[in-house]
């Protein structure tokens, strides 16, 4: 593991002030990138969501995306497989903000899940509503996640719904469905985040002329669809095989799940905004 902090990558553990604000109150907020054949994934992105949060939270964080992909790249150069970042901004002794980052090997799923798929569950508790909590901050506070996850521990993934009984999003995902060989999501004014995947995804869909529809996705079309999958920046698509003790698919995933998983790296290493 490589970590930045005070200015500077180190290869050995730091130490932070028990008395930072992100320890002490979860006032912090992060994001998490990866790296394909040791390139950074839209980066830009993933900076101008950091700097949305920071703002929204109002911890000041000055830095211009420049200076912190050079950060970035800085710190994955030398891995020798792809990696995990996970850059995270506190409020620090609430003058000075503290930015620190940190890299691992690729937290990816098993190979095999693209394969054989995921057990998904849903949660009883219900998204913070956005009135009270904005649905595109990243924050490190994830205390009602915790709480919801309780007893579904064996699910790689629990879906939450907003608090009007829509379906939302997981704890670390997205989620499609596909019905009548159109792409469903639920749409952002669903209260989710803006994931970058998911927005890559819908581009690739839009490409290969599969048609999509952004909307309020009831429950029970979780229990009627004929595909569905998942979106995630560490791990891509994951094809979902279950969910709670609904069977999706047996032997493989369904037809425009396995498109989208075929094309999905040949689309974003097309891309140049993406790097």
């Known amino acids: 593991m490589r970590i930045y902090f005070n200015s500077k990558w180190h290869d050995e553990e730091v130490q932070i002030s028990v008395m930072d604000r ?21 980066p830009q992105k993933h900076f101008n969501r950091f700097k949305r949060s920071s703002q929204i939270l109002g911890i000041p964080f000055k830095m211009d995306f420049e200076e912190f992909k050079s950060i970035l790249i800085d710190g994955i150069e ?13 409020n620090g002794d609430g003058k000075r903000p503290v930015l620190l980052a940190y890299i691992t090997d690729l937290q990816a799923p098993p190979s095999d899940l ?4 995921v057990d998904v569950g849903i949660s009883r508790l219900r998204k913070i509503d956005e009135s009270a909590l904005p649905p ?23 879906l939450m719904l907003n608090s009007a009984g829509f379906v939302a999003e997981g704890f670390m995902s997205n ?21 970058i995947t998911r927005e890559v995804v819908i581009d690739l869909a839009k490409s290969l002329e599969i048609r999509i529809d952004e909307r309020l996705v009831n429950v029970d079309e979780l229990f009627n669809c004929s595909e569905c999958f998942l979106t995630r920046t560490s791990a891509g698509i994951i094809p979902i095989r279950k969910i709670e003790n609904r069977s999706v698919f047996q032997d493989e995933p369904g037809g425009i799940t396995q ?7 040949p689309y974003i290493f097309q891309r140049s905004d993406l790097w």
């Open 114 to 117: 693209y394969t054989y798929g």
């Open 78 to 90: 030398g891995m020798k497989t792809d990696c995990t970042i996970r850059i995270v901004l506190t």
């Open 175 to 195: 989620i499609f469905l596909v019905e009548n060989n159109t792409l469903v999501t639920p749409s952002i004014d669903t209260g989710i985040l803006d994931g």
């Open 136 to 158: 595109l901050l990243k924050t490190i506070s994830h205390a009602n996640l915790m709480i919801a996850r309780q007893g579904k521990e064996n699910f790689y993934e629990i």
């Open 22 to 42: 992100g320890f002490m109150y979860g006032e912090g907020v992060y994001e998490s990138l990866r790296t394909y054949n040791g390139s950074l994934f839209a």
């Open 259 to 265: 498109l989208l998983m075929e094309n999905f790296r």
